[in-house]
């Protein structure tokens, strides 16, 4: 089946430190590949977005690039922010089959320290 | 529109008693999700609809869980003779058709305690 696989946290940096969350998945299908992001309190938001190989999806200054040839969706961003301090979930969907239900990946608490 | 929305935000019931959940999706979207999530763990997958038909459930979906959508637009579901396994986080998830890449859009969640 399909499974999303993140790197295990909590992560704890200092404010304008750079951020690497890893993320690796296995389909059964050719996926589109997602970060989540989901404050304190909230519901899960949209971070950002690839529909496949090679794309980079971006937003708020966080980057992903969909690489098939080591299933990975790693999400970066060059300077963090304390307002950057949530859990982030890598997720995979795959279009014409399973009906776009999406699989997730456990979470990754980030904390940013002033 | 406002986005997704779910009712209640919380719910704390007694272990054995029947507790009922809303959906409001994003007008325009024919497509909805149920899914769970507990501490420390990603959302799964419970169940979804396409306009007000019931296309796949889990296996997560035991008999005590019932999930409707009537005419198409808002969702309710249902959980019987609750068990303290049942406490969770339960999300709702709408999304268009019609597109490849299937992005949903979360609404805030119930939080389920089952004392």
């Known amino acids: 089946g399909d499974s999303v696989t993140q790197m295990e946290g909590p992560v704890t940096l200092s404010e304008e430190a750079f951020l690497t969350i890893n993320c690796t998945y296995t389909?059964?299908?050719?996926?589109?590949l997602f970060w989540y992001v989901q404050y304190p309190g909230e519901g899960l938001q949209l971070l950002l977005k690839?529909?496949?190989?090679?794309d980079k999806g971006s937003n708020k200054g966080f980057e992903a690039t969909y690489r098939k040839e080591t299933t990975s969706f790693h999400l970066e961003k060059g300077s963090v922010q304390v307002s950057d301090s949530a859990v982030y979930f890598c997720?995979?969907?795959?279009?014409?089959?399973?009906?776009?239900?999406?699989?997730f990946g456990d979470g990754t608490t980030l904390t940013v320290k002033p | 529109d406002t986005g997704v929305s779910q009712d209640p935000r919380h719910k704390i019931t007694k272990r054995g008693q029947n507790v009922t959940f809303r959906c409001d999706p994003i007008?325009?979207?024919?497509?909805l999700y149920w899914y769970r999530q507990t501490l420390g763990q990603g959302p799964e997958f419970l169940t979804y609809f396409q306009n007000e038909a019931q296309l796949e459930k889990s296996r997560l979906l035991s008999d005590r869980f019932s999930a409707e959508r009537p005419k198409g637009s808002f969702s309710t579901l249902e959980i019987q003779r609750t068990e303290q396994g049942d406490s969770a986080m339960y999300l709702c998830a709408s999304s268009e058709t019609g597109t490849t890449t299937y992005e949903q859009y979360f609404g805030p969640g119930t939080r389920l305690t089952v004392t």
């Open positions: 997720a995979l969907s795959i279009a014409n089959t399973n009906a776009g239900k999406s699989t």
């Open positions: 389909a059964t299908g050719y996926p589109s």
């Open positions: 690839a529909t496949k190989a090679d």
């Open positions: 007008s325009e979207h024919n497509r």
